[in-house]
């Protein structure tokens, strides 16, 4: 039977069809990274408008314009690599779309930044270096642009390589490497240097032991239980006080510095009251929501997703309120210099600064954030909502403790080194649980070495990539920001 030539036209044109829309697909996807630079480049456009809007004319002007671009820049940065620590977790346990999770983080942040972040920011990043050893405001000036510069470099290259670092360290360290460029190495202040090298171990480790013994407790007294739901029923209330405890005196510590100066001790009473009433409220709640659920393990997770879902946007409003002025320094040392013709210790920090930090973050988030939200949340080891709320609570609680002790810590290096905690802690735990069942006759079978290293919980490369980036941060911005200082003071003769 002979084809028909005109269905033989149809087929053609169906194939062209399909041609025609794979390309149109491969064109979209190619575009998408330029659609969000393209955002990215508008908006830092934008911040320059407006600082040259709001600062007005005058000689230091264009200067100041240039620096509203590159903190509008280092604000990107920031919502592309430090936020995604606060909400992978979340996102990773599936508590939390990757879209909910931008939304929620951005006004999160946005409203720390905006509503609770510090009135004033210390132009020398706390204590690095000495700013008598600078010998004029230009000079200053082009140390502090050579910081911001240096810092937000540093953390786009770490997002690309899918490494979460602390944008505070990498504003220290540009500090500290313009400060040497500008006036010797006898103007950094090294026993506070050395304080910041101690905290790279000092903040995962903490913050990784107090993670794992959260899980170990929700283990032993929970999920391994023969009733679950009972021991359920009486272990989240503590839980959720605890957190919402440890989240009162976290945000009374550093997030309402506008409003009033708390010391630890009434922080420690307002946590201790909010806790109280929480775990009084969440008991009736509990009992409700565990109501018909079957007594396994499965069903424990979604007791525990709203509570890991609050304590994310509580971390982004914390961290919105603290680190975001940090981020900011740079920028309005820059801005009160090129007004005063000088410069001092401590700044107040202009509203205008604050927004681009704010909006910044929000548009880095929203458009460069899943990457590094994927990587913490699902690609180091896998959670479920009981894990990552091991890791919020311990974020907290460690930020504490090192505030207490006067350490200064990185909430990055604390989130990340929560998932790590938990996921060695899952290896040990199914270690240790593999040879007690062959030594108590259970039915374990023994396996070999390489089929062990297959089960690891967690992977070894994140772990090294992001552990090699977490120690050269603050020397490879130092580097970086001595080479841009010497470069714009040759320029400008």
Request: hydrophobic content about 55%; overall charge positive; proline content about 4%.
């Amino acid at each position: 039977m002979a084809e028909d030539p005109q269905n033989n036209q149809w087929k053609t044109l169906d194939k062209d069809l399909g041609r025609i829309s794979q390309i149109e697909y491969a064109t979209a996807y190619v575009s998408r990274p330029l659609i969000s630079l393209g955002i990215a480049l508008a908006f830092m456009v934008l911040a320059g408008l407006g600082a040259a809007l709001v600062f007005g004319s005058s000689p230091n002007t264009v200067v100041v314009i240039a620096a509203a671009i590159f903190g509008a820049y280092m604000a990107l940065n920031i919502g592309a690599n430090d936020v995604a620590n606060n909400m992978g977790p979340a996102v990773g346990a599936n508590a939390l779309t990757m879209g909910g999770a931008i939304v929620i983080a951005a006004i999160c942040e946005s409203a720390g930044a905006l509503l609770a972040g510090g009135d004033v920011v210390s132009t020398i990043s706390k204590d690095i270096i000495d700013p008598d050893g600078i010998q004029d405001a230009q000079t200053f000036i082009w140390a502090m642009m050579a910081a911001l510069v240096s810092a937000a470099l540093w953390v786009n290259l770490a997002t690309k390589v899918g490494a979460p670092v602390s944008t505070t360290h990498s504003v220290v360290g540009g500090v500290m490497g313009a400060g040497i460029a500008a006036a010797g190495l006898a103007t950094v202040n090294w026993p506070t240097m050395g304080a910041i090298a101690a905290s790279w171990v000092i903040s995962p480790v903490l913050g990784g032991v107090i993670a794992a013994a959260f899980l170990a407790l929700i283990k032993t007294r929970i999920a391994y239980r023969d009733d679950k739901i009972a021991a359920a029923r009486r272990w989240v209330p503590i839980l959720v006080g605890l957190m919402a405890g440890t989240f009162a005196t976290y945000l009374a510590m550093k997030g309402l510095t506008r409003i009033v100066k708390i010391d630890i001790g009434t922080a420690l009473l307002i946590g201790a009251a909010t806790g109280v009433a929480i775990y009084a409220l969440t008991i009736p709640l509990i009992r409700r929501q565990s109501q018909g659920l079957e007594n396994r393990r499965r069903s424990l997770k979604a007791l525990f997703g709203l509570p890991l879902i609050i304590s994310a946007a509580l971390l982004s409003f914390a961290h919105g309120a603290n680190d975001v002025a940090n981020a900011v320094g740079p920028l309005a040392a820059i801005v009160y210099a090129s007004e005063a013709g000088g410069f001092a210790g401590e700044v107040a920090i202009p509203i205008w600064v604050m927004i681009i930090g704010a909006f910044g973050i929000s548009f880095g988030l929203f458009l460069f954030g899943p990457k590094l939200i994927r990587m913490v949340g699902s690609q180091i080891t896998k959670l479920d909502p009981m894990r990552a709320y091991c890791v919020a609570l311990s974020a907290a609680i460690t930020v504490i403790v090192a505030s207490w002790l006067g350490l200064p810590v990185s909430s990055t290096h604390i989130a990340v080194g929560g998932v790590f905690g938990v996921g060695f802690f899952r290896e040990w735990y199914m270690e240790r649980r593999l040879q007690k069942g062959l030594t108590t006759g259970g039915t374990g079978k023994r396996l070999a070495p390489e089929e062990r290293r297959r089960r690891k919980l967690v992977r070894r490369s994140h772990f090294m990539t992001i552990v090699a980036a977490w120690v050269i941060t603050v020397p490879a911005a130092a580097l970086m920001s001595a080479l841009i200082f010497f470069a714009l003071d040759s320029l400008t003769g």
